[in-house]
């Protein structure tokens, strides 16, 4: 069965930095992608970044655009989210989700699999 673990969660100053981790197990196929979403308090499940496993491709949400990096290490089934210059609206619970490749934006009911997510949060 396929099982994602996220870290690197916490509470940061705005401007600073956090790295989330995804730790992956099981099987993963080789055209899936793996996918950051977010869900602030009163507000929709939001896809942050993704990346293709195979070829990867990056996608990221204009709202983290030019401020996220997402990184893959395939031979560590491990994905992270470097996130700089955080500001307050990027306060959520993140959440490492994967499931087959397809086009971007990633949508949430199209990811099967899903971590217990992290929660970060930015003070001004």
């Known amino acids: 069965e396929v099982q994602l673990v996220e870290s690197g969660g916490g509470l940061v100053q705005a401007g600073g930095s956090l790295r989330l981790s995804c730790a992956a197990s099981g099987f993963i196929a080789d055209e899936y992608a793996i996918a950051w979403f977010r869900q602030a308090p009163g507000k929709e499940r939001e896809g942050v970044s993704a990346i293709g496993r195979r070829d990867s491709s990056t996608y990221y949400a204009d709202s983290v655009s030019g401020r996220f990096t997402i990184l893959s290490d395939n031979a560590k089934n491990t994905v992270y989210l470097q996130m700089n210059s955080l500001q307050p609206e990027d306060t959520a619970v993140y959440y490492c989700?994967?499931?087959?490749?397809?086009?971007?934006?990633?949508?949430?009911?199209?990811?099967?699999?899903w971590g217990q997510g992290t929660q970060v949060t930015v003070s001004s």
């Open positions: 989700a994967t499931g087959a490749l397809g086009l971007w934006p990633p949508v949430a009911h199209e990811y099967p699999y």
